[in-house]
């Protein structure tokens, strides 16, 4: 998709986000907000670094079309959390490397109980500090920041341009953290910086305790505007109608955790990964 030229780094079609000075305006963007692709974050995402089997999810993950939506560009100090194996950070950290600087922010396992939890923890931790010494070229000038769940701090009070969570909230939803999650994300972040959330939609608002994985798209928009952010658009990039949402075993049921009986395989690949909400997120000021 060819990029437009625009005065900021990130280029969206009118029905997106847009700013006004000295103070600044929020206009939703619609539902079906289309995306042009940054050049930046397209060669990032087609660096050939990246690990063949996480490429292969692109399909369903949309990277160039969901990060040039958050805005994300060279230059910025962008905090992911809680990244998991890596995934994105492939792709984040070649697009920082010059310029910039790429954060993964991680669970502390100390600040965790002993136990299942923070052996999980450490696991998760190990293997990203694995993955980053392994290729310094990609990885060397990322940092790894640790948080306590409890009392997330994720840097300085307004260092951040960007915060990117993807798939994330309906853990800190059924563990009692979500509200202190969104006001660290607020706090890191500068005015007029961005939080990117990408998340499984339920169908409806969905309790607290719900086990599914799915959380209702309000209910994460109010999450958000609880903390003191404004929504400034939402996108379809990353839905997928086929999905269902009444698995036995919630989304894990889907792709890639494929918690399904063997003889359903054909069914659930047909599916594809889940539904997601895509939300764009500011923090008002200049």
Known sequence: MKARSLTCACLFTVSTLMLATPAMAIKPAGPNAQVAITPAVQKAVQDSRRDPANVKRDAYRHPAQTLSFFGVAPGQTVIEVTPGSGWYSEILAPLLHDKGQYVAAV????????????????????????????????????????????????????SADVVLTFRNVHNWRSSGQAEGMFKGFFSVLKPGGVLGVVEHRAKADVPADDKTGYVGQQQVIAMAKAAG??????????TNPRD??????????????NQHDAADEAKYQAIGESDRMTLRFVKPGK
């Open 229 to 238: 952010f404004e929504l400034a658009g939402s996108s379809e990039i990353n």
């Open 244 to 257: 269902t949402k009444d698995y036995p075993n919630g989304v894990w049921t889907l792709p890639p955790t």
């Open 107 to 158: 669970v502390d396992p100390m600040a965790v109980a002993e136990g299942r939890g923070r052996d999980y923890q450490q696991r998760s931790r190990d293997g990203l500090d694995k993955k980053f010494a392994g290729n310094a070229a990609v990885f060397g000038k990322s940092r790894v920041v640790a948080y306590d769940p409890k009392a997330p701090v994720f840097g300085p009070a307004n």
